[in-house]
């Protein structure tokens, strides 16, 4: 198990699901380990009540059926579906408006969905989504995707505050095609965890979207640094730019 997970943790976005498969068949025993701590990129179905986009997880998944939360039903249709209670439900919703602005406002665009249920101890979980696609919106960029994963476990309040755990996973792809820089493909994900013990007056979604929003800048401070500086290094290192070479050979 220890090795899957360390192989998963190398696999490109988009061949994860290739890759998860594979291990399912070769571990079935650690099927249940293995859905649960592997993250795949996003998927996005239709609401058809009321026309809105949301994002297919494990967390809003039973059976084969996945529950909207916009019209809090489940596609295709199941009877006996695991829903939140009214106050989580409240709650929900409100965090899906919220969080639709936040998305507009850092992401100009995409799509966001955010899942609340109740959990053994007394607390709640939050699971907030975003998934933003691009092609040939900017630069020389082909094809790109952004898809963000943070999970929050709130425990119980308890004099006037709540302990949150959040866990982050961002998954990037971008390719380009161009004649100057030609056919090049950089995927990857990255993974980081925070708690916090916070003040529950001004409520828990704004405990949560502060957390998300500092764990989200960190995050790209990380990809930048790590994706983008190491590639931007490895290049200039094997193919410098003619300025650079032209500075590094004796003139003849």
Not at 52 to 72: F, G, Q, T
């Amino acid at each position: 198990m220890e090795a899957a997970m360390d192989l998963m943790r190398r696999m490109p976005p988009r061949s994860a699901e290739t890759a998860l498969n594979a291990l399912l068949s070769l571990l079935p025993d650690h099927s249940l380990d293995l859905l649960s701590q592997v993250d795949l990129p996003l998927q996005v179905c239709m609401d058809k009540e009321s026309l809105k986009a949301y994002i297919l997880c494990e967390y809003n998944r039973d059976a084969d059926s996945y529950r909207s939360p916009w019209s809090n039903k489940y596609d295709p249709p199941l009877e006996d579906g695991t829903v939140p209670s009214q106050a989580m439900r409240n709650l929900e919703v409100e965090a899906n408006e919220v969080f639709s602005v936040y998305r507009d406002q850092y992401y100009e665009g995409g799509i966001s969905s955010v899942y609340i249920w109740e959990d053994e101890d007394n607390g709640f979980i939050a699971c907030f989504l975003i998934k933003k696609d691009g092609q040939g919106k900017r630069g020389y960029m082909q094809i790109g995707s952004w898809d963000a994963i943070h999970v929050i476990q709130v425990g119980p309040e308890e004099e006037g505050a709540a302990h949150y755990c959040l866990n982050s996973t961002v998954m990037l792809s971008l390719t380009t095609d161009n004649k100057q820089s030609g056919t090049f493909n950089l995927s990857g994900s990255i993974r980081r965890q925070m708690s916090m013990t916070l003040a529950v007056a001004d409520g828990h979604l704004v405990n949560m979207g502060k957390m998300i929003e500092e764990m989200e800048g960190k995050l790209r401070n990380s990809l930048d640094q790590v994706y983008f500086g190491k590639t931007r290094e490895m290049v200039c290192t094997l193919r410098p730019p003619p300025e650079v070479l032209n500075r590094r050979l004796p003139d003849s």
